[in-house]
């Protein structure tokens, strides 16, 4: 919701005016040739003050190849060499490639948040791939998980630097997970002409100075954590030393393409509501920045290439650091 | 290769100097005047005076004034021209001479369409390389989008303009951006022509006297821009009688008053459009699904108004304003989003026409024109707007000078004071309010100095020389903005109030020749250099009424275009036919550009994410028209190359630019079968525009996302469309004064599906099913038949 006053303008008038063309116009299916131009190593890759990193290594595909969570194992880059290190210390932290085949004494919270951190929302082990991560070794992990040790997991106002060797490509990134600054609270507001709705307020104090830069979830009861459909990045340039309260978006599922207009950002009475906020790097933040900003295909506007913080040939991705507070409340009936 | 341009028009300037004309023995008088249409009193701009016994003669200027420097003697003067009765008057010159003409129209053009109001072999004898005009009644003739005539269209269909698309109105010339053309309305800038996101021009057909457009060796009187001037000039007003004149259409109605507020001395002109569709879709939508959609609506209107006042032989007065809106609202069926969003242009010209002596013309103007945006809206209690403004105050004085005969000198200096305000943002939730302050106003000084010389070297040769030099200074109020090495703003620094912030100037040499080779064949060679310092960029494949138009700063240097064009003219059957082949080679220098990575941002200013190349383009225009008869029309095919190169795109190769169009084929047709039937045609062809479509796709986040290929790297399908018009000419015998037609046009005949943009959509659920992806285009127009009544009553 905050994002969308950013983009009011500039994304929702444009593409509610491409809308407009394309739903009073005439769509059809043409045949074209499309250059092959290879494939682009992906990583999808975080790390969040106290929890361990995880690093997920895809390839991309061909834009007319089929695409499905079914295919998904096919496209991991398993057997690369890959480690950590901490602002200006030379120790290598390995991490290793662990994948779900392999986890059948990792308690399924584990699996969970590495599904979630592919935005699986439905578990269903007939259907779910196996996905391999890499993370820290298995016996990091255990502690972590056991004892709740983990020297080498996320701290806030630390850089993180990320090397990773794959086939013949060596990739390199480094993310600083900043001060987390959190926020006021969360409230509660109706939502106008709806009995049913809500929305619920952040109260956020933005410091005096600039330069910090936002991202963030909402879990509703049960479900995962979703990114709002406007975005999920902002900057506090245009809030700066003011304390404001606004009301947040609900996220939702990234393959929703037209979230219903009724219900859009708003929560349920009765919903228990988590807000996962973190402050985000400024490298970081441009990833999201231009990911989710891609009107391609729009003639109002050209196409977006996404601006990655990995260095390397045939790259695309984020190596992202959060600075993360979390917040719950729950919405009267 | 700057210098070598220098050392040309040196030799040029030398070439002037050691060929002047015959020393004459006897005395010489000047004869000057105007030449005026007699049925409105307006003046003829290019009509031809000539002098039968020394075979040379001159053309009137835009406001129909001619200067001629003759020996004593007795001459035939024949003065003439297209479409109306030559007058043929004996002059025994002994003294200076004031003489005005008043051409009847003639018998034959009553019957005829009037294709062109050019002298009728001007094509062939000028020294205009690339330029064509447009009498209205030529525009008026073809077929209609939605039965609105568009002036801007109709110039889509000449050689080397090409249509920024579907049914749009802005245009590209030889390579050039639709922000290189230099659209003028009675000399003040039109910043955004379109209404309706382009899909109408601003300019009311029935207020338009002439069009021109200059697309290659731009003559020294124009500036500013690098590819075209577009040149319209609005009608005068009648000056012998009251008229009133119009025309219904389907989606919009005008209304043009003219006549004199004292016969032959003062006229006025006032004319309107509107458009209803909103008035006409309001009656349904305050029932359709329980009238949730009552209050949205979109319109837009024009009015125009012009006085014309002579003073005296020696001074005339004009006043002409524009003033035109867009009107957007909108209102969610939910309630929760509702936008009121208004845009526009309006415009003053202010002009003095002096005679000083019998030879020099001077035309003193002052001219204001503004375009503007401002949004509101309301999101569920955040309100929120957004607003822009372009600005520009100035002054020109040009003069018309004719020292000699087969000289035409043209020289003036020209000043705009710009503002150019990028969006202002303001937005209001309960107690928060923001402003953006990163995106102040910016201001600009722009002065340019001009002469030009036309003559007539020889009978074979004339050429046409001009200098123009330029500057343009930015200055305060500016805020600096400083970076570290990570790109973070650091700091600023500011400018105070006209603090030079960053000078800019340079000469901009114009030439251009004509080498007449036959009677009616010529050889011509143009070459220019211009300067642009205002610029838009623009992602969008259309003009949009949210275009920022910014100026050159620290960062964003002038654009710079070298032409060269070759041509040859020929004509045919007495000037029935005319045939033209020109060829051209532009460079383009400091050509703007959004980055790969450029988000919008309301508090960041535009020029951050501009990136800086160069541009290249060439090709060749074949053009023939028949210029008379029943059976009218041209034939225009060009084929061209536009490319560009940016260190930050493509890896710095040379990709195509999303102006380059290989082919484009314009055909136009006209019958008279009578004089109450007429048939018109038009037929496009061209090759499609480039775009950049996504050649990948990753997972990241368990969202699909895509990776683009090379910039422009795929063409759309080609474009085509046939568009065809009937007009039905009224007999009204109890009323002889009343002249209506009914005119039935049909756009895109045989209803083509023509691109309009190409998307790769992908659609489903990963996570339910596959992914499917596929390659979809997005067709606007299908047949699209429309109907308009026009009617003229009294003149």
């Keep these: ?333 | 290769m700057l210098r070598s341009l220098r050392c040309l028009f040196l030799l040029l300037l030398g070439l002037a100097a050691i060929c002047p004309l015959p020393a004459q023995s006897v005395p010489k008088y000047t004869i000057s005047g105007y030449i005026k249409d007699t049925a409105n009193g307006e003046g003829l701009l290019g009509a031809t005076i000539a002098v039968v016994e020394l075979t040379k003669g001159t053309n009137t200027n835009d406001y129909g004034f001619y200067s001629l420097d003759l020996p004593a003697g007795h001459y035939t003067l024949k003065v003439s021209y297209v479409g109306y009765e030559t007058q043929s008057v004996p002059l025994d010159l002994t003294a200076n001479v004031k003489m005005n003409f008043d051409l009847h129209t003639s018998a034959m053009a009553t019957k005829e369409i009037v294709v062109t109001a050019e002298k009728k072999d001007a094509n062939v004898t000028s020294t205009a390389v690339g330029r064509q005009e447009l009498n209205i009644e030529t525009v008026k003739s073809i077929p209609a989008f939605m039965g609105e005539v568009d002036v801007l269209k109709t110039i889509q269909l000449l050689p080397g303009v090409m249509a920024a698309g579907e049914g749009n109105t802005g245009f590209y010339v030889r390579g050039g951006g639709p922000d290189q053309n230099l659209v003028l309305l009675d000399e003040a800038v039109v910043y955004n022509t379109g209404h309706l996101f382009g899909f109408f021009s601003v300019f009311n057909s029935d207020a338009v006297r002439s069009v021109a457009i200059e697309k290659g060796a731009m003559p020294a009187q124009y500036g500013g821009r690098l590819s075209s001037v577009v040149d319209v000039k609005m009608s005068e007003g009648n000056m012998k009688h009251w008229e009133v004149a119009g025309g219904i259409g389907l989606i919009a109605s005008r209304l043009t008053i003219q006549g004199p507020i004292k016969k032959d001395k003062c006229s006025i002109i006032l004319s309107g459009r509107r458009t209803y569709i909103d008035l006409l879709t309001k009656p349904f939508l305050a029932t359709y699904q329980g009238g949730k959609y009552k209050k949205d609506g979109y319109y837009f209107y024009d009015l125009n108004a012009k006085l014309n006042y002579i003073v005296s032989d020696k001074d005339r007065l004009f006043v002409s304003a524009y003033f035109g809106r867009d009107v957007f609202d909108f209102k969610a069926p939910e309630g929760d989003f509702n936008i009121h969003f208004p845009w526009g242009n309006s415009t003053v010209t202010g002009r003095w026409n002096h005679i000083f002596g019998d030879k020099l013309f001077m035309n003193a103007m002052f001219i204001y024109n503004d375009y503007r945006f401002d949004i509101k809206s309301d999101y569920r209690g955040v309100i929120f707007g957004v607003s822009s403004d372009t600005r520009d105050l100035g002054a020109k004085l040009a003069f018309d000078y004719s020292p000699l005969v087969g000289h035409m000198v043209k020289f003036g200096v020209d000043y705009t004071n710009h503002m150019l305000t990028p969006y202002q943002t303001q937005g209001v939730f309960d107690s928060v309010s923001i402003q953006n302050t990163n995106t102040s106003s910016k201001y600009g000084h722009e002065l340019a100095a001009y002469v030009a010389d036309d003559f007539e070297v020889n009978k074979w040769l004339k050429i046409n020389l001009g200098l123009r030099a330029s500057l343009f200074c930015l200055a305060g109020p500016y805020k600096k903005s400083i970076f570290d090495s990570t790109g973070a703003k650091i700091d600023s620094l500011n400018y105070a109030l006209d603090q030079p912030v960053k000078t800019y100037y340079g000469l901009e040499p114009r030439a251009s020749a004509r080498f007449k080779v036959a009677k009616s064949t010529s050889i011509k060679a143009g070459f220019s250099l211009t300067k642009q310092y205002i610029h838009l960029v623009s992602n969008s494949t259309t003009t949009l009424p949210f275009d920022l138009w910014v100026p050159s700063t620290l960062k964003v240097k002038p654009q710079m275009a070298l032409q060269y064009s070759l041509g040859v003219f020929q004509n045919f059957h007495d000037n029935m036919f005319e045939a033209s082949i020109e060829g051209y080679y532009k460079q383009l220098f400091n050509q703007i550009e959004y980055g790969d990575n450029n988000v919008p941002g309301i508090d960041q200013d535009v020029e951050d994410f501009f990136v800086f190349g160069k541009g290249r383009s060439y090709g060749a225009e074949f053009f023939l028209k028949k210029a008379r008869g029943k059976f009218q029309g041209w034939i225009g095919y060009t084929l061209a190359w536009t490319q560009r190169k940016f260190p930050s795109i493509n890896n710095d190769q040379w990709f195509a630019a999303k102006y380059d169009r290989r082919h484009d084929l314009n055909v136009v047709l006209m019958y008279e079968i009578n004089q109450r039937w007429k048939l018109g045609a038009t037929f496009v062809y061209a090759s499609g525009n480039t775009t950049t479509l996504p050649v990948q796709l990753f997972y990241q986040e368990g969202t699909i996302h895509e990776i683009y290929g090379p910039r422009n790297f795929y063409r759309l399908p080609a474009y085509h469309r046939l568009d065809l018009s009937v007009t039905y000419t009224f007999r009204h015998r109890r009323f002889p004064k009343l002249h209506s037609d009914l005119n039935l046009s049909i756009y895109n005949a045989y209803s083509r599906l023509n691109p309009y943009f190409v998307y790769v959509d992908v659609q489903g659920n990963p996570y339910t099913g596959s992914i499917k992806t596929s390659l979809k285009q997005v067709s606007l127009f299908p047949i699209l038949p429309s109907i308009t009544w026009n009617f003229k009553f009294g003149g």
């Design chain 1, 1 to 333: 919701m905050i994002r969308s006053l950013r983009h009011i303008y500039l994304r929702l008038l444009l593409a509610a005016t491409s809308a407009a063309l394309i739903s009073s116009a005439c769509t059809k299916d043409i045949t074209g040739n499309l250059p092959d131009l290879g494939t682009s190593t992906v990583v999808d890759g975080n790390i969040e003050n106290g929890k361990p990193p995880v690093v997920l290594l895809t390839r991309s595909t061909r834009v007319f190849g089929d695409l499905n969570i079914n295919d998904l194992g096919a496209f991991f880059l398993h057997g690369a060499a890959m480690y950590m290190t901490i602002d200006g210390d030379s120790t290598h932290i390995p991490l290793e490639e662990i994948c779900l085949r392999d986890l059948t004494a990792i308690p399924d919270s584990l699996k969970w948040t590495l599904l979630y951190s592919l935005g699986v929302t439905v578990y269903d082990s007939s259907s779910v791939p196996d996905v391999c991560v890499y993370t820290l070794p298995l016996s990091e992990l255990a502690s972590y998980y056991n004892t709740g040790n983990c020297p080498h997991c996320g701290a806030e106002q630390h850089t993180y630097h990320l090397n990773i060797h794959v086939g013949n490509k060596t990739l390199t990134s480094y993310t600083t997970i900043p001060q987390a600054l959190g926020i006021d609270g969360l409230s509660i507001r109706n939502a106008p002409n709806n009995d049913s709705l809500v929305n619920v307020m952040a109260t956020i104090t933005v410091p005096p100075s600039n330069g910090h830069f936002i991202r963030y979830w909402t879990q509703r009861n049960d479900e995962p954590f979703y990114t709002p459909y406007s975005g999920s990045v902002y900057d506090d340039k245009l809030w700066v030393g003011q304390t404001l309260t606004l009301p947040l978006e609900r996220g939702i599922p990234g393959y929703i393409v037209s979230p219903d207009p009724v219900t859009y950002g708003y929560f349920w009475k009765g919903d228990t509501v988590t807000l996962k906020w973190a402050n985000i790097d400024s490298r970081t933040y441009d990833f999201f920045n231009t990911l989710e900003n891609d009107g391609g295909g729009s003639p109002f506007s050209a196409p977006l290439r996404v601006k990655s913080n990995i260095s390397g040939d045939s790259v695309v991705g984020v190596w992202a650091g959060y600075a993360v507070k979390y917040y719950s409340i729950i919405v009267p009936k």
